[in-house]
């Protein structure tokens, strides 16, 4: 390497919360893996639709979030987003509501959208203004399809708008990958261990 060249860029880490969560411990859990590793973003992901459990979710996540300086997004629910104080949304039909969420929200809010394992989805939704573009799952269960490693070289190469790798991520994947994405999403990978810290500092070791 000359005296001009740098070494390539890890991708960073975003982390998705689990579908359900305890206020009385996940706020803590949060915290822990904060504190202990470098977060770009965090995603509230949840099962339940019901915008009061949701709001209560996010008051709790947001305020550990914005004490460390870390973004914290909502899925799908662009008014809950802007009520609650958060960064952003996070849209699961790719670009569909792109333009309305950003219209709603403004210039400055994170709006990113899910395309799955779409080529044609991921770049119509950065072509609507999508400030990242998610593919996954990278690894699935029986016949489920799953996002290739081709699709994510393509989209590094050619396409300026970051990209998330996420779904089914284990240490070998995220070694494999790690040239092709931008960030790596992270979730239930991490949170059905006993210590979700060192989950993720054994998952992520390729990048350490």
Known sequence: MTETEQPPEQPQLYLLSPPMIELSRF????ARVLDAHAIACI??????????????????????AHA???????TDHVSLAERLGLDGVHLMDAAKSVRDARKLLGPDAIVGSNCGISRHAGMSAGEAGADYISFGPISGIADEATASDDLLQWWSEMIEVPCVAEGGL???????????TDFFGIGEEIWTADDPAAA?????????
């Open 200 to 208: 993720l500092t054994t998952l992520t070791v390729a990048l350490k």
């Open 170 to 180: 284990t240490a070998e994947s995220i070694a494999r990958l790690a040239p092709m």
């Open 68 to 74: 460390r300086d870390v973004a914290i997004v909502v």
């Open 43 to 64: 995603r509230l992901t949840l099962a339940s639709r019901d915008e009061d459990t949701i709001a209560r979710a996010a008051d709790a996540c947001r305020e550990v």
């Open 27 to 30: 706020p803590d859990q949060l």
